[in-house]
């Protein structure tokens, strides 16, 4: 599990094949080993699916941006 940077939330865009989802995907350090988890039309279950995901791997959570770049999405308040 070392290889991975984290659970992912990613939003997959509509296009003319598809209405667009919201997939979860386990990010490896090489992005072709990447692993998705689960994907969903909505948000409705997968906050919690992403959320279970970190929790059962002991991996942090990671939201995609726009351009595909990986942020913590919870601000991080310095000691």
Same mark, same amino acid.
């Given at each position: 599990?070392? !290889?991975?940077l =984290? $659970?992912?939330?990613?939003?997959?865009p509509p296009d003319?094949a598809?209405? =667009?989802? @919201? !997939?979860? &995907?386990?990010e490896h350090?090489?992005? /072709?080993l /990447? $692993?998705? $988890?689960?994907?969903?039309?909505? =948000?409705?279950d997968a @906050?919690?699916?992403? %959320?279970a995901? =970190? %929790? &059962?791997?002991?991996?942090?959570l990671?939201?995609?941006? /726009?351009?595909?770049?990986?942020?913590?999405p919870f601000? %991080? &308040?310095?000691a």
């Amino acid at each position: 599990m070392s !290889s991975f940077l =984290g $659970v992912a939330l990613r939003v997959v865009p509509p296009d003319q094949a598809n209405d =667009g989802a @919201i !997939s979860i &995907v386990l990010e490896h350090r090489d992005a /072709a080993l /990447a $692993v998705p $988890v689960f994907t969903a039309p909505d =948000g409705v279950d997968a @906050i919690a699916e992403w %959320r279970a995901w =970190g %929790r &059962v791997l002991g991996l942090p959570l990671l939201v995609a941006d /726009a351009d595909g770049a990986l942020r913590d999405p919870f601000r %991080r &308040v310095s000691a």
